[in-house]
């Protein structure tokens, strides 16, 4: 086995990254792009506060505003609370990098590694997509060298020109936002940028291209765009044009960032269409569903929650009103957000209901919900965020990790359904929470979290799926 080792843990000490980011144009200089010197109330997250209205065509000061920076307590890096965090930390960063190198000796140039063979396979179009999942996270680790290593890679061996199906909705948050929140990160991370960043660089050309794959997607006589697309042929004549809510909605943030930094308007555009005719498509008591058909407009399934299928169009709602300072995105959240405790929850848990009637249709709570107590303490909600995220987290406790499908009232894990497959959303949420609120409950579960995925998912070459709903150890390959 080639060992890896020394060559992936050289780099920076991350924690030096709590010092901002400037601007190429510096604090008072200008637009890196545009030169623009006028000023805009809110700063940014670069610490650029000189800004044009035409620097939205291409500066990153225009990505993150006021909302994100909020004073937030972080955890200690010295004294007794920094050495307590000290150990967590290094586990983590070696649960990292036992996955990463079982990867690279595994399976590169697949998609992804089975662990429980030792080998890969292609799962989301043969983009050796773990890679590019984990450019950025090697650079919060400081490893810039292992970064700069795996950029050639990819430049070298990736082809998005090729006859492959491809999931639009998978495309879009794997890979064009792994590319381009590496590609945004890149300078901050001390990594030699081309003259012309954040406007230009071998990532975002690499994002670009790749976005460009989707546009097709979107040609439809309602803007929502089909679920798959062929990345050389375009639509496949027979495609079904049933796609579910968030793989309509789950664009606004990769693509109003990629027009932002290439000045095309097209990514933008295509997204905020999609977003609105989901919200012109809401129920009467102002529900969506769950799958829709993108040719009539005709909701397929009509059971409405928070969870799979639905889960990140509201996200990024939120996420694109940050980004964006759009008034009118969290405008439409805040409604969604009111016919969800009117109709949806029940004590601090949240149901699926009929989206017409708001009848109870299922009453479960799925693990990728996890991510709602995150969303509302982004919206400043946080008493709300505790009380269901201490819902969520009992669960944990209760099992180890989160059940796929959690039955409510019987207070157990659902048939076939028990499985943990390494979500991240609770872990998310509880990230927001504690820098909203530094309650140590939430670092607590962070603790909880490192215990039992390497207890339940850690094999000899990664990590595997838990199935562990009735304490019987099964296995899947993750």
């Known amino acids: 086995m080639t060992d890896f080792s020394a060559r992936r843990r050289s780099g920076a000490d991350p924690r030096k990254s709590q010092q901002k980011l400037v601007c190429a144009g510096g604090g008072g200089g200008g637009c890196p792009c545009c030169g623009g010197t006028d000023t805009l109330r809110a700063l940014c997250l670069s610490g650029c506060s000189s800004r044009s209205a035409s620097c939205a065509r291409c500066c990153p000061c225009t990505m993150v505003r006021q909302v994100l920076m909020a004073p937030r307590r972080t955890p200690p890096t010295t004294g007794e609370g920094g050495q307590a965090l000290a150990l967590p930390r290094e586990r983590v960063k070696a649960m990292f990098y036992h996955a990463y190198d079982s990867y690279l000796e595994n399976a590169f140039p697949y998609d992804e590694l089975r662990p429980l063979t030792c080998d890969g396979h292609d799962t989301w179009g043969s983009f050796s997509l773990t890679l590019i999942d984990a450019l950025d996270t090697l650079l919060i680790l400081g490893n810039v060298s292992e970064f700069q290593r795996v950029v050639e890679v990819l430049q070298d061996n990736v082809d998005f020109d090729i006859d492959v199906n491809a999931s639009v909705f998978e495309t879009n948050i794997r890979v064009v936002g792994g590319l381009l929140s590496a590609h945004l990160l890149s300078k901050k991370a001390g990594v030699e940028v081309e003259a012309g960043w954040p406007c230009s660089g071998p990532l975002l050309r690499m994002a670009e291209e790749a976005a460009r794959k989707l546009l097709p997607a979107f040609q439809t006589p309602t803007g929502m765009p089909y679920g798959t697309v062929n990345l050389l042929h375009g639509v496949n004549p027979g495609e079904t044009p049933v796609t579910c809510t968030a793989g309509i909605g789950t664009f606004i943030v990769e693509f109003a960032t990629l027009s932002s930094l290439t000045g095309d308007p ?4 295509v997204a905020r269409v999609a977003l609105m005719r989901l919200w012109e498509s809401r129920s009467d ?15 397929v399934a009509q059971d409405s929650g928070i969870g799979a299928g639905v889960d990140s169009y509201f996200e990024y709602l939120v996420k694109g009103a940050i980004l964006l300072q759009d008034k009118k995105l969290m405008a439409m959240f805040l ?9 949806t929850r029940f004590g601090d848990w949240y149901l699926w209901v009929q989206m017409y009637k708001g009848t109870v249709s299922m009453p479960v709570f799925q693990s990728l919900e996890a991510y709602w107590p995150g969303l509302q303490s982004l919206i400043g909600d946080i008493d709300n965020a505790m009380k269901t995220f201490l819902n969520y ?3 944990w406790k209760q099992f180890g990790g989160l059940p796929e499908f959690y039955n409510i009232p019987q207070g157990y894990t659902v048939e076939k359904r028990e499985g943990y497959p390494l979500r991240p959303e609770l872990i998310e949420s509880a990230m927001y929470l504690y820098r909203a609120t530094g309650d140590p409950t939430l ?15 850690k094999v000899e070459c990664g990590f595997a799926t838990g199935m562990d709903g009735s304490r019987k150890s099964h296995w899947k390959q993750l």
């Not at 097209?266 to 555009?269: A, G, L, N, R, Y």
């Not at 008591?285 to 909701?299: A, E, F, P, R, Y």
């Not at 670092?443 to 998912?457: F, H, N, Q, T, Y």
């Open 443 to 457: 670092l607590e579960l962070g603790r909880d979290a490192v215990e039992s995925i390497e207890k339940i998912s």
């Open 393 to 395: 987290y009992t669960v």
């Open 266 to 269: 097209v990514f933008e555009d």
């Open 335 to 343: 409604e969604f957000n009111k016919a969800i405790r009117n109709y």
């Open 285 to 299: 008591i102002g529900l969506v569903g769950n799958h829709i058909d993108v040719l009539t407009g005709k909701w």
